[in-house]
T-cell receptor, first 116, second 113 residues
Framework: AQKITQTQPGMFVQEKEAVTLDCTYD???????LFWYKQPSSGEMIFLIY??????QNATEGRYSLNFQKARKSANLVISASQLGDSAMYFC?????????????FGKGTSLLVTP | NAGVTQTPKFHILKIGQSMTLQCTQD?????MYWYRQDPGMGLKLIYY???????DKGEVPNGYNVSRSTTEDFPLRLELAAPSQTSVYFC????????????FGPGTRLTVT
């Protein structure tokens, strides 16, 4: 069964607007962590933001925030004031306590295009 | 501090050939991982290691082997390459801190033809 589901294959947003990228997850662990990574066209994986399952507040990192709804098992990434450089693939990933060596399970990603 | 380095960046391999993808990290991390990313997909775990001398299979280990003789190095060996192994391979390392954050190498784009 898919552990991480990203239902939006592609998204468009206008520069300076905010955009939300959806992520739902499936786990029976009480302790887990949720990550968002950005992959620009150059191919590298860039860590953006992390949310622990026991964190009571939503994580924020600059223009990135994570809308964590534990009961709904969702961890949506919000990018505020989009910039042209935000155009990239975005991956949601989960680390479970029961995972092999704390490895990450990744979703299929969402392609974001920021237009002028 | 170079982080995680991978060589080569690109490679074309003939069906049936073998090769080793190199991965080195200089952060003294105990945990290391190999993932593959097929076109339009997320990353899938091939093998991982929790320390020198300790390795184990991930989700998609068939056709690959690994070794971890030092903390720094975690090479991935492809034996008898098949077209299905055409992919981008990422090595990552991490430590058991609060985040358990993984640091990724730049990737190796491999084509088997």
């Amino acid at each position: 069964a898919q552990k991480i589901t990203q239902t939006q294959p592609g998204m468009f947003v206008q520069e300076k607007e905010a955009v939300t990228l959806d992520c739902t997850y499936d786990t029976s662990d009480q302790s887990y962590g949720l990550f968002w990574y950005k992959q620009p066209s150059s191919g590298e994986m860039i860590f953006l933001i992390y949310q622990g399952s026991y964190d009571e507040q939503n994580a924020t990192e600059g223009r990135y925030s994570l809308n964590f709804q534990k009961a709904r098992k969702s961890a949506n990434l919000v990018i505020s004031a989009s910039q042209l450089g935000d155009s990239a693939m975005y991956f949601c990933a989960m680390r479970e306590a029961s995972n092999s060596g704390y490895a990450l399970n990744f979703g299929k990603g969402t392609s974001l295009l920021v237009t002028p | 501090n170079a982080g995680v380095t991978q060589t080569p960046k690109f490679h074309i391999l003939k069906i049936g050939q073998s090769m080793t993808l190199q991965c080195t990290q200089d952060m003294n991390h105990n945990y290391m991982y190999w993932y593959r990313q097929d076109p339009g997909m997320g990353l899938k775990l091939i093998y991982y290691s929790v320390g020198a001398g300790i390795t184990d299979k991930g989700e998609v280990p068939n056709g690959y082997n690994v070794s971890r003789s030092t903390t720094e190095d975690f090479p991935l060996r492809l034996e008898l390459a098949a077209p299905s192994q055409t992919s981008v391979y990422f090595c990552a390392s991490g430590e058991a801190t609060y985040y358990y954050e993984q640091y990724f190498g730049p990737g190796t784009r491999l084509t088997v033809t």
